[in-house]
């Protein structure tokens, strides 16, 4: 595997400078308050790293806890008038914001590559799947005007009207591996529920997520419902504690969203988290082999692998154990590993050069214990600077191994061998996360069957993607709560129900 060829350093480099000379977001020093762009309090920055280079190319304000309580504070104040909207005046207002969204595709596609390496195949699709994503949460204004009256059981001559309030101020705190999308599926229900938000992104990527905020602005959205503050966990901290925030939903690494957890049990806040994972494709002995190789870099290695739902864990009875091998270190190998700004790139950089330390040890720990490297391995990656890693593919993978149980979150695809389908279906339930998931076989029916035995919160036949209309969450370490559909939208909500004696 290899780089196109007349790709070197300087020209890596030189590329994405004169990208980063076309955005109109680089070097700032204001944040997003009360319907502004205002000076951050704070006098602390951090810098922007491009991880196909290695190079700052942009930085921005580290909130302080003034300017934390001024955007809290300003969600706060604008909470009454647009949780006072009728939900169809603020579906409209969101189709408008879904429209600006996909105005400004150009733009947040190249910021979201130079944030954090996400080949611009990816994020060339971002501004149309969150402005998909709006304009679904804006749809459900019906099903919030709906009266919904309900006649006591064992007492007709009682009604009870169910009432659904917004719950609130919420604070929306976004990963780096897809910044925008990961903000989208928190605010649009939020949004539409009636509730004001303060957004913090993940400091990798604290740009991006400026063009949704403008997005808003030219639809209509009223100041103080939509706020954005930047910086580090501390930043984060002190929005999930402020007094005055009644809601956080985060996703992120598991341990994070157990610190989070921890304070909103305290607090008894609620919170939605969508958490890390581990997830297997089983292979029964029909699956067709094609299908699964036109397939496996999405369901298994999206965005460099840096997707909490693929599954990255490939479970083959012995029937075709030796063609998946083959068929995923050929695949892997035949992808285009190079520039993220090329739309031929499949797996570019992993977001920070961290990460590519921690994907680089886990590397190193297959081959320690005794896997066997058919693609890759902890070999150079083709550029000296930046967050490289050379994609990989293991065989001879046990459950019990590291690369096996952990979540590695770069570009690692392990082969695990089961006797058969009901040991395919222990190894795949033998992990603490529960996230997602994939079972290939020509029969859809006995696919079906299986996929129906996985412990897990998603789970796809032959394929994944999501479904803004089904909830989407995780079960054990993956999470707590759900996103997407009606269940998305209900964590925004708060009931009340009002007893009546039936005239």
């Known amino acids: 595997m290899s780089s196109t060829p007349a790709l070197t350093q300087d ?6 400078d004169a990208a980063a000379a076309t955005l109109p977001y680089r070097h700032v020093d204001d944040l997003f308050i009360d319907g502004e762009y205002r000076p951050a309090d704070g006098v602390e920055r951090f810098e922007v790293v491009d991880p196909a280079t290695g190079r700052a190319w942009a930085s921005v304000p580290i909130a302080a806890a003034a300017d934390v309580d001024a955007a809290v504070a300003a969600a706060r104040r604008a909470f009454s008038g647009w949780s006072g909207l009728a939900p169809s005046e603020r579906a409209r207002r969101m189709l408008a914001m879904a429209d600006a969204v996909e105005r400004r595709a150009g733009e ?6 130079l944030e954090n390496g996400s080949p611009v195949a990816e994020t060339s699709r971002t501004a149309s799947n969150a402005a998909d994503i709006i304009r679904y949460f804006a749809s459900l204004a ?36 897809f910044p925008i999308n990961l903000v989208v599926i928190k605010l649009a229900p939020a949004l539409i529920a009636g509730c004001t938000v303060v957004i913090k992104p993940a400091s990798p990527t604290p740009l991006s997520i400026r063009f949704i905020v403008d997005a808003a602005v030219e639809a209509g959205i009223p100041a103080g419902v939509v706020n954005l503050v930047t910086g580090d966990s501390a930043v984060g901290d002190q929005l999930v504690r402020h007094p005055d925030v009644d809601k956080v939903a985060f996703t992120g690494s598991t341990p994070v969203g157990r610190r989070i957890a921890a304070a909103c049990g305290e607090l008894l806040r609620p919170v939605t988290l969508e958490l890390g994972g581990k997830s297997s494709a089983i292979v029964l002995p029909d699956a067709d082999l094609e299908h699964l190789g036109s397939v496996l870099l999405r369901s298994c290695l999206r965005n460099t692998g840096q997707t909490c739902y693929i599954s990255t864990r490939l479970i083959v009875t012995p029937e075709r154990y030796d063609e998946v091998v083959e068929l995923a270190a050929a695949t892997v190998s035949a992808a285009q590993l190079g520039d993220p700004l090329d739309p031929a790139t499949v797996f570019g950089p992993v977001a920070t050069a961290a990460q590519r330390d921690i994907v680089r040890g886990y590397i190193r720990s297959g081959i320690d214990e005794r896997a066997r490297v058919v693609a890759g391995g902890d070999v150079p990656a083709p550029f000296e600077h930046g967050s490289w890693v050379t994609p990989t593919v293991f065989a001879d993978v046990a459950p019990s191994m590291q690369v096996a149980r952990e ?12 006797a058969n389908v009901d040991a395919a279906v222990s190894i795949a339930n033998g992990t603490e996360f529960g996230l997602g998931g994939i079972v290939f076989g020509a029969d859809e029916d006995r696919a079906f069957e299986v996929a129906r035995r996985v412990d897990t919160g998603s789970i796809g036949v032959n394929f994944f993607a999501s479904n803004h209309a089904a909830p989407f969450g995780g079960r054990h370490d993956s999470g ?14 708060t009931p009340q129900s009002v007893h009546r004696r039936r005239r």
């Open 11 to 16: 020209v890596l480099a030189s590329a994405h």
């Open 108 to 113: 947040l596609a190249t910021t979201n590559t």
């Open 142 to 177: 019906e099903y919030l005007e709906r009266d919904d009256v309900r006649v006591a059981p064992l007492d007709p001559s009682m009604a009870t009207s169910v009432h659904r309030d917004p719950i609130g101020v919420c604070a929306l705190i976004a990963p780096w591996n």
């Open 480 to 493: 707590l709560g759900v996103e997407y559909g009606i269940e998305g939208l209900a964590a925004y909500l």
């Open 407 to 418: 979540e590695i979150f770069g570009p690692v695809l392990t082969v695990i061998r089961a």
